[in-house]
């Protein structure tokens, strides 16, 4: 089964810096695509980024210009750095990686706090 390890969250300021890390583990089928989703109290989970093995790559028109997706070589990693937060962006930050054979996982959150 397809296991997510999420790590990177934490407290920062406005106009501060985090990155955050996932690495996904599946046993003997491929992993084509990973992102990151979010989800605030009281509100829906949203589309944070996301990355394919194509490389093509899909971010929120909320953080376009801030946020930066990128897949580590050699292993199911996948960072997101995210510059100049904004308090809006408050919220716990799920890895998503999606396998177009067997479905979509989902790791357990990490929690990202801005200040204000």
């Known amino acids: 089964q397809v296991q997510l390890v999420e790590s990177g969250g934490g407290l920062v300021q406005p106009g501060g810096s985090l990155k955050l890390s996932c690495a996904a583990s599946?046993?003997?089928?491929?992993?084509?695509?990973m992102g990151w989703y979010r989800q605030a109290p009281g509100k829906q989970r949203e589309l944070v980024a996301m990355?394919?093995?194509?490389?093509?790559?899909n971010y929120a028109d909320s953080v376009k210009g801030r946020f930066t997706i990128s897949r580590a070589s050699a292993v199911n990693t996948v960072l997101l750095q995210m510059n100049s937060l904004k308090p809006e962006d408050t919220a716990v930050y799920y890895c998503?990686?999606?396998?177009?054979?067997?479905?979509?996982?989902w790791g357990k959150g990490t929690p990202v706090t801005v200040s204000s």
């Open positions: 990355t394919t093995l194509r490389g093509t790559t």
């Open positions: 599946s046993s003997i089928f491929s992993i084509d695509a």
């Open positions: 998503k990686a999606v396998s177009y054979a067997r479905g979509a996982y």
